[in-house]
T-cell receptor, first 109, second 115 residues
Framework: GQNIDQPTEMTATEGAIVQINCTYQTSGFNGLFWYQQHAGEAPTFLSYNVLDGLEEKGRFSSFLSRSKGYSYLLLKELQMKDSASYLCAVLDSNYQLIWGAGTKLIIKP | SQTIHQWPATLVQPVGSPLSLECTVEGTSNPNLYWYRQAAGRGLQLLFYSVGIGQISSEVPQNLSASRPQDRQFILSSKKLLLSDSGFYLC??????????????FGPGTRLTVL
């Protein structure tokens, strides 16, 4: 079956750095996405990786290793507004998005 | 630019009542359209997706149905709601797979409470 694993919840301190991991087992791979979802709101697109390596976008970076079935989202200089759930999703061989359950990130002052 | 609309934003319905949620997309043609449900504190569950008018694929057997009467309109329906239908319903669109716009863009969602 297809499976995406990410931690259920993480806590970090304002101004610090946090890394949210995602491991996946899917039938084929056509890219990996990270989305941010604030409570009660719709998910918003953060990043897309299809090749191995690091993609940097401001305070957020996303890394992919296809051989290991592994990705992480790195958030730097954490702000209180970064408190949200972070969803990992993989596009499989049929171009269907397989979603992880999300990681709830709690930022403390 | 593309925008996606959903309505209503919130809905409270009694058990056994019908449901109709509507989603429309502007600024793009022939999008792939999706309906998801998210239970409180849980991940996204894909309910239906559509690659064109009248073409609907169902991912989860249940008492819900979907229709796509126009290219940029996607409707989620039920004849009789169950308590378990409560949740946050999200409509999303994406471009044609493999042609550059693979990420999905979400509407604001409808929070449905069945009592």
């Amino acid at each position: 079956g297809q499976n995406i694993d990410q931690p259920t919840e993480m806590t970090a301190t304002e101004g610090a750095i946090v890394q949210i991991n995602c491991t996946y087992q899917t039938s084929g791979f056509n890219g990996l996405f990270w989305y941010q979802q604030h409570a009660g709101e719709a998910p918003t697109f953060l990043s897309y990786n299809v090749l191995d390596g690091l993609e940097e976008k401001g305070r957020f970076s996303s890394f992919l290793s296809r051989s290991k079935g592994y990705s992480y989202l790195l958030l730097k200089e954490l702000q209180m507004k970064d408190s949200a759930s972070y969803l990992c999703a993989v596009l499989d061989s049929n171009y269907q998005l397989i979603w992880g359950a999300g990681t709830k990130l709690i930022i403390k002052p | 630019s593309q925008t996606i609309h959903q309505w209503p934003a919130t809905l409270v319905q009694p058990v056994g009542s019908p449901l109709s949620l509507e989603c429309t997309v502007e600024g793009t043609s022939n999008p792939n359209l999706y309906w998801y449900r998210q239970a409180a504190g849980r991940g996204l569950q894909l309910l239906f997706y559509s690659v064109g008018i009248g073409q609907i694929s169902s991912e989860v057997p249940q008492n819900l149905s979907a229709s796509r009467p126009q290219d940029r309109q996607f409707i989620l329906s039920s004849k009789k709601l169950l308590l378990s239908d409560s949740g946050f319903y999200l409509c999303a669109w994406s471009g044609v797979p493999g042609q550059g716009v693979d990420e999905q863009f979400f509407g604001p969602g409808t929070r449905l409470t069945v009592l």
